[in-house]
């Protein structure tokens, strides 16, 4: 059966649940194996893991400046094992990084690039999400080894055993002229918080909300259901809200399990990065707001009423 990489998304060794997510879609292409970028010692930490969402081979592509680059050390083991093992494709999470380093890849093989994937099928074909969720279009890579971002939340993760033998893959060293260099990492605000593309339930905030004092209405109700806080670019262009939690078009898309929308329209630009949610709830007080076209459950109301009585009987359970 042919090999299918995927790069793991992980911190420190502790891998992000989009991992799992793209080793149970692999699988439907043939054997996954899972490609581990990072410190010495990173891909024994997460080997185990790795193994039980049946990952075959772990293969550990590991130096002390493999954490210190952008993008670039990913993209070389990336191309170094696709190159050693003639995979039928590789998967790459659809975030920001993994859009870049999937981008780059693609290049760097000359292959076909198929973004933000919703689905794998067995013959290689994705299905994609676009024009905001409106059409559902299926494309299939035409050369090379097929380079797959897949969004997160779109498939389920599922568990399977897998042999997860490690393998290691010796990395170039990078080029400081060449490479873009973290210099520092600085906590975000809500890092308590789930991450935003790896959270099971979002709330999010819009303009309605009305100013970033008020934004704490949006904050408690996450906190009381355990989810991400995510905005709408109205709500981070008035300044309510910081822009890496912005969610659309032209942030992040995200999938969840649940996803609240607290005084959001529902604009095109927005819908197309949450519209796969797999629960939609809108409280909006215009019952015109096109938000309500794709809710599964809306409230007409003022969110000051109603977003407040719903944590207060989420906190009671
Ligand atoms: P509004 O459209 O102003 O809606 C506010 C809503 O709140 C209204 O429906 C109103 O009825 C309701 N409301 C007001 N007060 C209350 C209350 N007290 N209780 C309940 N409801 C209330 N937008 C994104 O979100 N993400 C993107 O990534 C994005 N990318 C874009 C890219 C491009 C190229 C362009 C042109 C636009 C993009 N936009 C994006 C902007 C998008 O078109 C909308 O302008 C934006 O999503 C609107 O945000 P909103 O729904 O918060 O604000």
Excluded: C
């Excluded at 891998?15 to 043939?30: M, N, S, W």
């Excluded at 400081?176 to 600085?186: F, S």
């Excluded at 078009?249 to 005084?263: C, D, E, F, H, M």
Aim: glycine content about 12%; hydrophobic content about 45%.
């Amino acid at each position: 059966m042919a090999e299918v990489l995927v790069l793991v998304d992980h911190v420190d060794g502790e891998v992000k649940k989009v991992t799992y997510e793209l080793l149970t879609a692999a699988r439907a292409l043939g054997e996954p194996s899972a490609v581990v970028v990072g410190a010495p010692g990173t891909a024994g930490k997460a080997r185990e893991s790795l193994a039980s969402y049946g990952a075959a081979k772990v293969y550990a592509a590991e130096s002390e400046d493999a954490t210190g680059y952008l993008v670039t050390p990913k993209v070389d083991a990336l191309a170094a094992v696709a190159d050693q093992a003639s995979p039928a494709a590789v998967l790459v999470p659809a975030t920001s990084e993994g859009k870049e380093v999937s981008g780059r890849l693609a290049a760097r093989l000359g292959s076909g690039w198929l973004v933000d994937a919703v689905g794998v099928g067995a013959d290689g074909t994705v299905e994609q999400s676009v024009f905001g969720g409106a059409f559902s279009v299926k494309a299939k890579a035409a050369k090379g080894v097929a380079v797959i971002s897949v969004r997160p939340g779109a498939v389920e993760a599922e568990q399977a055993e897998g042999a997860g033998a490690e393998e290691s893959v010796s990395l170039p060293a990078a080029d400081p002229a060449k490479a873009a260099r973290i210099t520092g990492v600085e906590p975000v605000v809500g890092g308590d918080r789930p991450e935003l593309t790896e959270a099971s339930i979002v709330v999010s905030g819009g303009r309605g909300v009305g100013s970033a004092e008020k934004f704490e209405v949006v904050e408690k109700l996450a906190d009381a259901l355990g989810a991400a806080v995510g905005a709408s670019r109205a709500a981070v262009d008035s300044g309510y809200y910081p822009a890496q939690f912005q969610v659309g078009q032209t942030g992040k898309t995200v999938s969840p399990q649940l996803y609240v929308a607290l005084g959001i329209s529902g604009a095109i630009q927005h819908r197309a990065g949450m519209q796969t949610s797999k629960t939609i709830v809108a409280v909006n007080k215009d019952p015109e707001a096109p938000i309500f076209e794709i809710a599964d459950f809306g409230v007409v109301g003022d969110l000051f009423n109603v977003a407040p009585q719903l944590t207060e009987e989420v906190a009671k359970r």
